[in-house]
């Protein structure tokens, strides 16, 4: 009898799986095991269990351990086959990488369990006394939702567990041992009555649910895009279907910071579903529970950043990309994949529709949609009646000069806000005190030694940090250069922003909102809490407060710096500042509350603020779409960036020069650029360049990478430079 072959995909930078005999283990496709390999033992996932192999059966060794649980089904292969291909990614470290921290191990996951209840078929509720409320209250609680566990079952009575016993007693219900998952509350609020524009969405996407179909849902700033979603998911998780098994949704959202209040509105509103979240917020633990959770069909609900699009869930109906245009759907390093085309794929491979919903799209989606490509679908109004988009104003800081970053019409306009109990957000990207430390004598400034950047002010923690690497040091007494004692903090960031305001309206209530302010596990949620509450006044922040955020009393948003990224050598960087500008516009305003919105530029005739007064998307967009065209940027042409980084950068030439001699020599369709270095050319005391190639079409481009990146491999400088190949890249 032949012996038993597995073929195991294990965490290593090769292009190819391996052959491991199964040692007596009933081992199956998809689960984990623990083989020896080059003199260690790693975590494996099993892709096939076969009789034959390539190699010679004495040669193979025999798996050491098989866990009992099934990580991967064979949708999940099919995507991340194909994301290892398109990616040019080993599929070992492309499924390895998608597991939670803790299937990574080698010793087992134990997961949390929790009792769950169910009712028996065909009961017969008669034999309960009309006077048993609570055991009817169960029933009936157990008649709408198949399974229910503890803690669903404390908001319906606080003495369940008894009636839970008498009802076992009787008959009536099963018990069941299942993953614990985190309750939702019963909803206490109005359902919010839908205007004829959410509902003419709605009712067309539910007409075409049992199949591939991408939508781009296009919404101003409050127009109730949050609620079309939640309309739709009741629909689809009501419908179970022939199977009965219960359908489940994926809703992916770009940051952390989204999650509580999206996940607040989801867990109220749809509260009879299971829901779990799934970010890098979460303790090891409690992602492994929801991972779990999700890979079993338990969760209904599925809410997560960008690596959640690679979460198995078997009988996923559909998936919605809130704030699709956002860069941080996109993975820098590892698998550098966009979660918004793999999200497209997942969807395409499973014959679901996805919803991609923005105030401002991606240009690519954008050209989707105008070819017909997706379904265009469009909110242009706000959701609260009365609701009105903010009017938006450019501050012109050549005739109005600041001090301390703010006009003298930014402070009164504050000023009126705090006089009428209303509250403001004052918008600037740049953590810390101050940018840079500066020498006024001899124009010394404080760089990092390890990047080409400049140390930031901490003045609080009295450090110069940078933001890049990490690295940090003391602020220095007088200037390292020329000895000079008067040495100063340039610039604006949140921390001096803040301080300013304190001494300037010292009555204020005042919030920062940054990644040194939110470092705690609830620290958002508290605030947002707080700002409900009416207990917060003025909010200083970066980008975590610019998407997502329904603050109904807030009527002023100030924008502070923009001007630096009108002249960015990034093709991309006036789409980016427009889509962040209109979102950040849009807190204000959003209830019954008339908004405005300040823009502090040295250029407020520039075209961009053309658009973003008049708050017109989709003239800009085209705009912007017609330029690329001309100019043969994507959407209109597919890149491929070719990245290393060494000690030296004679390193990085030669092997960029090797590579570009190579794909010259392919001879193909695709355009191959001069090496240059990146506007950061040193990272991390790395030296760093780059290869551009451009194609057309993406079949040309893919044509070329499947035979170039294995010539390149073989260079023998591959070893000594850290290279990594960006399919689509975001960022030059």
């Known amino acids: 009898m032949s012996p038993t072959i597995l073929n195991i995909a294990l965490d290593v930078p090769l292009n190819r799986t391996f052959d491991y005999l199964s040692g007596g283990f009933d081992a199956r496709v998809g689960s984990r095991v623990i083989v020896p390999f080059a003199g260690r033992n790693l975590v494996g996932v099993v892709l096939a269990v076969k009789h034959t192999s390539d190699y010679p059966v004495d040669k193979l060794k025999a798996v050491s351990h098989v866990f009992d649980d099934i990580v991967f089904d064979a949708a999940s292969f099919k995507l991340m086959q194909f994301c290892a291909d398109y990616y040019h990614y080993p599929l070992g470290q492309a499924l390895i990488s998608a597991l939670p921290l803790r299937l990574r191990q080698l010793k087992p996951a134990v997961s949390r369990k929790a009792l769950a209840y169910s009712l028996l078929p065909n009961v017969d509720i008669s034999q309960i006394p009309a006077k048993k409320v609570v055991l009817h209250r169960i029933i009936t609680a157990l008649q709408a939702t198949p399974m229910l566990g503890g803690a669903e079952l404390a908001f319906i009575s606080s003495s369940w567990k008894k009636a839970i016993i008498e009802l076992k007693s009787l008959g009536l219900v099963a018990e069941h041992e299942v993953l614990a998952v985190k309750a939702s509350m019963p909803s206490s609020s109005v359902e919010p009555i839908l205007n004829d524009e959410q509902q003419l969405v709605i009712e067309k996407v539910l007409a075409l649910t049992h199949s591939f179909k991408p939508w781009l849902l296009h919404g101003i700033t409050g127009s109730g895009k949050t609620e079309v979603y939640i309309q739709i998911l009741r629909h689809l998780l009501q419908d179970t279907g022939i199977d009965k098994t219960g359908a489940q949704v994926l809703v992916l959202v770009p940051e952390i910071n989204l999650t509580p ?3 607040a509105r989801f867990r109220s509103r749809l509260s009879q579903y299971s829901l779990v979240t799934l970010h890098s917020n979460l303790s090891e633990s409690e992602r492994l529970q929801n991972w779990l959770a999700a890979s079993t069909g338990e969760a209904k609900i599925v809410i997560g950043t960008r690596l959640s699009v690679f979460t198995p869930m078997p009988h996923l109906k559909m998936i919605v990309m809130d704030e699709e245009h956002d860069g941080s759907y996109k993975q820098q390093d590892g698998m550098r994949y966009h979660a918004r085309d793999v999200a497209m794929v997942r969807a395409k491979q499973l014959n679901i529709p996805i919803m991609l919903g923005s105030a401002t799209p991606s240009l690519e989606t954008w050209s989707n949609a105008q070819k017909s490509q997706y379904g265009l679908l469009s ?6 009646e009365n609701a009105q988009l903010p009017t938006i104003f450019c501050v012109d800081i050549a005739k109005s000069p600041t001090e301390n970053g703010l006009s003298p019409i930014l402070v009164k306009a504050l000023r009126e806000r705090l006089n009428r109990g209303e509250q403001s957000l004052l918008f600037l990207n740049r953590r810390g005190y101050a940018p840079v430390l500066h ?8 760089a990092c030694t390890r990047c080409s950047a400049k140390l930031v002010v901490h003045l609080s923690q009295k450090r110069l940090k940078c933001h890049h690497c990490g690295a940090e040091q003391k602020i220095p007494p007088q200037c390292p250069s020329c000895g000079n004692a008067d040495i100063r903090p340039v610039g604006q960031a949140t921390q001096r922003l803040e301080q300013t305001l304190q001494t300037l309206l010292p009555n204020a209530r005042i919030a920062r909102v940054d990644r040194d302010s939110m470092r705690s596990k609830d620290a958002l949620t508290d605030m947002l809490a707080s700002v409900h509450a009416g207990e917060i006044d003025i909010l200083v922040g970066t980008q975590m407060l610019a998407k997502g955020h329904d603050f109904p009393n807030l009527t002023l948003v100030a924008v502070l710096d923009t001007d630096s990224a009108l002249y960015s050598p990034d093709f991309r960087a006036s ?8 979102q950040v516009s849009g807190r204000a305003g959003r209830a019954d509350k008339a908004g405005e919105v300040l823009v502090q530029t040295a250029f407020p005739q520039h075209a961009l603020f053309d658009a973003l007064r008049s708050q017109d998307y989709v003239t800009y967009a085209n705009e912007m779409l017609h330029e690329r065209t001309i100019m043969q940027y994507p959407p209109t042409s597919f890149f ?11 390193e990085v030439e030669k092997f960029l020069h090797l590579a570009k001699i190579a794909a010259q020599n392919a001879n193909t369709n695709v355009t191959i650029y001069d090496i240059i270095r990146p506007q950061m050319e040193r990272l991390k005391g790395m030296e760093r360049g780059q290869l551009l190639l451009q194609a057309g079409s993406r079949s040309d481009l893919q044509r070329l990478l499947k035979s170039w990146i294995p010539e390149i491999k073989g260079f023998l400088l591959a070893n ?13």
């Open 261 to 263: 209040q999206l996940e």
């Open 379 to 384: 909110l242009k109004q706000r959701a609260v």
């Open 439 to 446: 020498c006024n004598a001899c124009h010394w400034a404080s």
């Open 575 to 582: 789409e980016k500042l427009f889509a962040q500008l209109m």
């Open 640 to 650: 491929a960036l070719l990245r290393a980084e060494s000690n030296k950068f004679i």
């Open 720 to 732: 000594k430079v850290r290279w990594s190949l960006d399919i689509d890249p975001l960022e030059f």
